[in-house]
């Protein structure tokens, strides 16, 4: 059974991904810096009984000192020149069982011991820029899965240089690494529909242009572009997946179907920017993660495989559902603000995917169902997310201020 590297693995999709490559027998070392969206929870139960790693003077891409502290409870962490991109706040880290290494060497065994042990996840404190721990990681994994990104349109709409630095720097660093090793077999890079654009009707294929309107759409491609010049120039076994609009567990509240979800459970009104006539291909995240699985199994380097369910709604008509689940449908929602350069609509051609053996097995009314009970189970956890002062401030300038 392969050893699976997985950037991003406390986030959104890295997590459901992450659970789900365990649940195949695999042993994965999980990778993430914990920014804002990402939690040592999303990888419960796994990582109550795993190792938790960090390293704490590494080398991070751009040649500054990148440093982990443990002071109290708090790590602290710089990862762009003297700005800190990322700062670890003591509420993610407590309950914990966290060790920090003071030298390559031990670090280098721990993650040997692991890989000799039954032990199923490993949990390493890493941004994918750190090039000293890619470089010690790598070696060990024999496919690697990317899906630490910035992801957030709005976000990259307010400022993009956490964009430019993770998507683009981050995916050029793995690269750059992976290349010197032969052990890696497939290096899956998760991208984006974004990168297309916006069609009002008809659907993109793996061969459409790329055509991205926001930072966040254009840093995707970017990424992409370096995946398949790398591919080309050194034979790098990049493959390239750009799924639809997921939903379902552990998403983090700031995007369309959670934020709906938390702010009419606790009686406040969802945000609905410009019509709400906007379009959007939903895909369960379950079936995504199977389809990124598939690519693992079947998949060609130097390929593009679109991930799309084939159904499509517009936004408002997505609020109503989930008003409709939760017996509410009045005054759920309000129009605000458009977002500049907003896409209408995404649609996928995905029938590459499906020549791989691949099909979406949950209608929207299942997923979105499972998607709300799941967030009512979850809701203080949610709550106090979107009480936290980093989903606060963002709220405030990009809904409020704006
Ligand atoms: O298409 C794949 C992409 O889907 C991913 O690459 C992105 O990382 C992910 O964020 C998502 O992008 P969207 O911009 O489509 O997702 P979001 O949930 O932010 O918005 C979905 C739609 O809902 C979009 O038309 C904007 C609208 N919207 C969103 C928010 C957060 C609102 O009307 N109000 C809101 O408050």
């Known amino acids: 059974m392969e050893t699976f590297g997985v950037s991003g693995a406390a986030g959104f999709i890295g997590s459901n991904f992450t ?19 990402g939690f040592l929870f999303n990888l419960e139960p796994w990582i109550l009984k795993s190792r938790i790693l960090g390293l704490k003077n590494g080398k991070d891409f751009s040649r500054v000192n990148f440093s982990i502290e443990k002071r109290h409870d708090r790590i602290y962490k710089k990862v762009f020149s003297n700005k800190v991109l990322c700062q670890i706040p003591d509420n993610k880290l407590k309950g914990y069982n966290i060790t920090l290494f003071e030298n390559k060497e031990d670090f280098t065994r721990e993650i040997e011991s692991f890989i000799e042990s039954n032990e199923k996840l490993l949990f390493i404190i890493a941004s994918i820029t750190d090039e000293e721990l890619i470089n010690i990681i790598l070696p060990h994994v024999n496919c690697f899965f990317n ?38 077999k497939k290096f899956i890079q998760i991208s984006t529909d974004e990168v297309y654009g916006s069609s009002i009707e008809g659907s993109f294929n793996e061969s459409s242009i790329l055509n991205p309107s926001s930072p966040y759409a254009a840093t995707k491609a970017s990424a992409d572009l370096l995946c398949l010049a790398f591919y080309k120039t050194f034979n790098a076994p990049a493959i390239l997946i750009r799924p639809s609009n997921n939903y379902g567990p552990r998403q983090y509240p700031e995007k369309l179907i959670p934020l709906s979800i938390i702010k009419i459970l606790k009686g406040e009104k969802v945000p609905i920017y410009g019509s709400g006539k906007q379009k959007r291909e939903w895909i ?111 709220y405030k300038l990009w809904y409020q201020k704006r």
């Open 19 to 37: 659970h789900f490559a365990i649940g195949k027998g695999h042993k994965v070392i999980a990778i993430d810096s914990l920014s804002y969206p």
């Open 284 to 394: 369960y995240v379950d079936d995504c993660v199977k389809g990124i699985y598939q690519v693992f199994l079947r998949g060609t380097a130097g390929e593009i495989y679109n991930i799309g369910s084939g159904f499509e709604i517009e936004n408002l008509e997505v609020v109503q559902k989930i008003g409709n689940i939760l017996g509410k449908n009045e005054d759920i929602y309000e129009f605000v603000k458009d977002r500049p350069s907003h896409d209408t609509r995404y649609f996928l051609n995905s029938s590459k995917i499906k020549s791989l053996g691949w099909e979406p097995e949950t209608d929207f009314e299942e997923g979105l169902k499972l998607t709300v009970d799941w967030y009512i189970e979850n809701k203080d956890l949610y709550i106090k997310i979107m009480e936290s002062a980093d989903f606060s401030s963002f």
């Open 147 to 184: 899906f630490a990104a910035e992801t957030h349109v709005d976000r990259s709409i307010l400022s993009q240089e956490e964009f430019i630095f993770t998507d683009i720097l981050g995916t050029y660093n793995i690269l750059k690494v992976l290349i010197k090793y032969k052990n890696v």
